[in-house]
């Protein structure tokens, strides 16, 4: 898993001291860099167009991934049958490209880690949450409550779940292999939601409580 580093003003490969306050034992080797400050979203324009587009086919629908010409900045999982930039012409950069080479083979088995360099954008704390969900391998989960101990801000468990749904690359940085306590799905924001993380977590292998409607909650 490859983040940006500073010298670069992107994300590429490193081998560093992690970041502070994150358990170095569970921790990947690559770069945080200071993301600039998140201002409101603009509205939607031309200018809106990423460097790099590419979609594909995938058993959980079509995905989405943009790049910013060296890295990849984000990957979508179509939501009621629309991807985020649906409508915009496709520039499938060569990191795009090897970037869905590796997805396909995470989807039929032969794949269980990524080395594309990727840039998120977020702001240090989530930056230090998105570090440490790279940190759970393939067929692993950890409890949002176990996620934040690692990283050093202890149980706060609203604040991590935030953290981890503001993830804008799932699969890369692995969010559906997060569970609330006793391995209780609540939750899911790409694709189909709940059933879209279902379906990764059984495809890993991963035992998981299914989220229990409300409804069900009353009659029990």
């Known amino acids: 898993m490859l983040f940006p580093s500073q010298e670069r003003g992107g994300f590429a490969a490193s081998t560093v001291e992690p970041i502070r306050g994150v358990n170095r034992r569970l921790t990947p080797t690559f770069v945080i860099m200071t993301p600039q400050r998140l201002a409101p979203d603009p509205l939607p324009s031309l200018f809106d167009r990423p460097v790099g587009l590419i979609r594909s086919s995938t ?18 999982l179509e939501r009621q049958d629309e991807l985020p930039h649906d409508g915009f012409h496709e520039c499938p950069l060569d990191v795009l490209v090897t970037a869905c080479e590796q997805i396909a083979e995470y989807f039929d088995g032969s794949r269980r880690s990524f080395d594309v360099p990727l840039s998120p954008v977020g702001t240090p704390f989530q ?15 950890k409890t ?9 801000s202890g149980p706060a468990g609203r604040a991590i779940g935030s953290a981890v749904r503001a993830n804008r690359l799932p699969l890369f940085v692995p969010c559906h292999r997060v569970l609330a306590a006793g391995g209780r799905i ?34 029990a």
Do not use: C, M, N
């Not at 995905?63 to 060296?70: A, F, K, P």
């Not at 949002?144 to 050093?152: R, S, T």
């Not at 609540?186 to 409607?213: A, N």
């Open 59 to 76: 058993p959980l629908g079509r995905i989405e991934l943009t790049s910013d010409g060296t890295s990849v900045t984000s990957l979508a």
């Open 127 to 141: 930056l230090a949450v998105w570090t440490g969900l790279a940190g759970i391998g393939f067929g692993e989960a």
């Open 144 to 152: 949002y409550g176990q996620l934040g101990h690692e990283i050093g």
């Open 186 to 219: 609540t939750g899911y924001t790409q694709g189909s939601g709940v059933p879209t993380k279902q379906w990764l977590l059984e495809h890993e292998g991963i035992d998981y409580r299914p989220l229990v409607p409300p409804a069900a909650l009353q009659l």
